[in-house]
C-alpha cells in the first residue's frame, strides 16, 4: 500500500506537469510563467523551493546531532535570505523586467562580469541539486526495502522531475509547488503530534532536548566562536541572494507588490516550520532505544526508521508524500535555473541573432536535460556526502563572487563595472588559499575572508578611477 500510494502520487505530479505545458508558449512562460502568479502561489513556491531534503533529512540529522548550534545556516540563515529579498531586492529588481539575474549584472556593468557571475551561478547549483537527487535515492531504496539501490534511485527520481520541469517549466513548479506545500504541511504535522504522543508528550520532548543541550544557539563565547557563526549565517543568508531560482519566483509574480510580499511571508513559514522535522527526531531519542548507534553511523537516516518502524501505514504514506514532495519541489526549481541562465546569459553572447519566442524555448529545454544529467554524475560521483554539507557548499562562491556586486549596483551609484570586476577578483583571490589551506581555514573563515576581499575590491575599482579622473581634471584646471 505505501509504494503504491507514494507511486500513484507521483503518477498525480507528473499529470500536472503535462497538464501546464499547455500553458507554455515561449521562453518567458517556460522561464517566468509569463509574469503572471499570485501572491498565494509566490508563497508557496519560495516556501516550497527552500523546504527540501535539506530541510527534513539535514537539518533534523544535524539538529539531533549537534543541536542548534549546528543550524545556524539553515533554516536560520536560509530564512533571512528569503525575508532579505522581500524587503530590499524583489521591488527593485521586478521593475527592471528581466528574464535572468544575469540580466542585472550586463545592464549594469556589462557582458564580462554577466557572463563570469552566470558561470558562479550555474557551478553553485551543482551541489544543491546534487542533495536533491541523493535524497530521492535515499528514498527509494527504503521505499523498496533495499530492492532499488540508492543509485538506482538517483536515476529514478531524477527522470520523474526532469519529465515534469521539462514539460511545463515554471507553471509545472507553480501548480506541483502548491500541491506539495499542501501535502508537507498535513503529513509532517501529523507525523508530528503522532511522534509526540508515542514519545510521552511535547513536555517530555523538550525536557529531552534541553538534556542532550540539542536547544543552544548562542555561539562559543570567544573570537573563534563567533566568527564561525558569522560565516555559517552569512553563507545561506547572502550568498543565496543572488541566485537564479529565487530570483525566478520574485520576477513570476504578477506586480512588484506581490514579488516583495511573497519571498518574506515565504520565509517566515519556512523558518516556522523547520522546527516540525526537529520536533519529530527528538521524539525518537526516547521512542528509538537503539538511536545513539543509529546517530554514529548516518543521522540522516533517524528519520525515516522512525517512520517505517513506529508509525501505522497511513503516517508512513504521509511522511513519504511529504518527503518526495519536499526533494521534488526544490530539485525542479533548482534545474529550471541554471537551464535558464545558461540559454540566457552565456549562450546568447554565442549568437550573432537572438533566439525567437520558440527557440528560445527548445534551447532551454535542452540545456534542463544536458544539466540534469551533468547533476545527475556529481550526485553519484559525491554519495556519501552529507546534505547538509552539499547545500551548504553551494552558496560559498555566489557569496563573494556575485553577492557584493549585486547589492552594490542597487544601492551604490558610484559602483562601476571596475569595481565589479576588482570584487570578484579579490573575492575568488582572498576565498581560495583559506579555503585551499587548512591552517589558514582554522584561523578565518573562508567565506568572510573572500567577502571582505569583495567588497574592498568594489571600493577600490569603484572610487580609485574617479579619484584619478578628478586628480587629473584639477592639474588641467591648475595648468
Known amino acids: 500500500m505505501l509504494v503504491a500510494s507514494v507511486f500513484i502520487y507521483l503518477l498525480i505530479t507528473l499529470a500536472i506537469g503535462l ?191 534541553q538534556q542532550r543541550d540539542l536547544l543552544s544557539f548562542a555561539p562559543e563565547p570567544s573570537v573563534a566562536g563567533w566568527l564561525a557563526f558569522a560565516a555559517a549565517v552569512v553563507t545561506m543568508m547572502f550568498g543565496s541572494i543572488p541566485q537564479q531560482d529565487v530570483f525566478q519566483r520574485v520576477m513570476s509574480a504578477k506586480d512588484a507588490d506581490t514579488a516583495r510580499k511573497g519571498p518574506i511571508i515565504g520565509g517566515i513559514a519556512y523558518l516556522l516550520f523547520a522546527f516540525v522535522p526537529m520536533f519529530i527526531v527528538a521524539s525518537a531519542v526516547l521512542i528509538m532505544p537503539n538511536i545513539d548507534a543509529m546517530l554514529k553511523d548516518d543521522p540522516q537516516k533517524v528519520l525515516p526508521t522512525l517512520v517505517m518502524e513506529h508509525m501505522p501505514v497511513a503516517l508512513q504514506i504521509a511522511f513519504f508524500g511529504a518527503l518526495i514532495s519536499a526533494i521534488m519541489s526544490t530539485a525542479s526549481a533548482t534545474l529550471l535555473a541554471p537551464a535558464t541562465t545558461f540559454t540566457e546569459n552565456i549562450l546568447s553572447h554565442m549568437r550573432k541573432t537572438p533566439l525567437d519566442g520558440k527557440a528560445q524555448l527548445k534551447v532551454m529545454r535542452i540545456t534542463l536535460v544536458v544539466f540534469t544529467l551533468i547533476v545527475l554524475g556529481y550526485a553519484l560521483m559525491k554519495q556519501g556526502t552529507p546534505i547538509h554539507t552539499l547545500v551548504a557548499e553551494a552558496y560559498t562562491v555566489t557569496l563573494v563572487g556575485a553577492f557584493i556586486p549585486l547589492v552594490a549596483g542597487l544601492y551604490w551609484k558610484r559602483a562601476t563595472t571596475q569595481g565589479a570586476i576588482l570584487s570578484i577578483i579579490l573575492g575568488i583571490g582572498c576565498f581560495l588559499p583559506f579555503r585551499l589551506d587548512e591552517q589558514l581555514g582554522a584561523a578565518f573563515p573562508n567565506q568572510l575572508a573572500g567577502l571582505a576581499g569583495a567588497a574592498i575590491g568594489m571600493l577600490i575599482g569603484s572610487l580609485a578611477p574617479q579619484f584619478i579622473s578628478d586628480k587629473q581634471q584639477r592639474l588641467a584646471h591648475a595648468a
Open 19 to 209: 497538464f501546464a505545458v499547455t500553458k507554455v508558449k515561449s521562453g518567458t512562460d517556460f522561464a517566468l510563467a509569463g509574469r503572471s502568479l499570485p501572491l498565494i502561489m509566490i508563497v508557496t513556491m519560495t516556501f516550497a523551493t527552500w523546504f527540501g531534503a535539506e530541510t527534513v533529512l539535514g537539518v533534523s540529522a544535524k539538529f539531533v546531532s549537534d543541536g542548534l548550534d549546528g543550524l545556524w545556516s539553515d533554516p536560520f540563515g536560509a530564512a533571512l535570505c528569503l525575508i532579505l529579498v522581500g524587503l530590499f531586492f524583489a521591488y527593485k529588481l521586478y521593475q527592471m523586467t528581466l528574464m535572468t539575474i544575469g540580466e542585472y549584472y550586463r545592464h549594469r556593468y556589462g557582458k564580462s562580469v554577466e557572463i563570469f557571475c552566470a558561470v558562479t551561478i550555474i557551478l553553485s547549483y551543482l551541489g544543491w541539486v546534487a542533495a536533491q537527487i541523493t535524497a530521492l535515492g535515499l528514498v527509494f531504496n527504503l521505499l523498496s526495502g533495499g530492492a532499488i539501490s540508492a543509485e538506482a534511485g538517483m536515476v529514478l527520481g531524477a527522470a520523474v522531475v526532469l519529465i515534469y520541469t521539462f514539460a511545463g517549466g515554471m507553471f509545472a513548479i507553480a501548480l506541483t509547488d502548491f500541491l506539495q506545500m499542501m501535502v508537507i504541511i498535513v503529513g509532517l504535522v501529523a507525523i508530528a503530534v503522532f511522534a509526540g504522543s508515542l514519545a510521552g508528550g511535547a513536555d517530555k520532548v523538550m525536557e529531552v532536548a
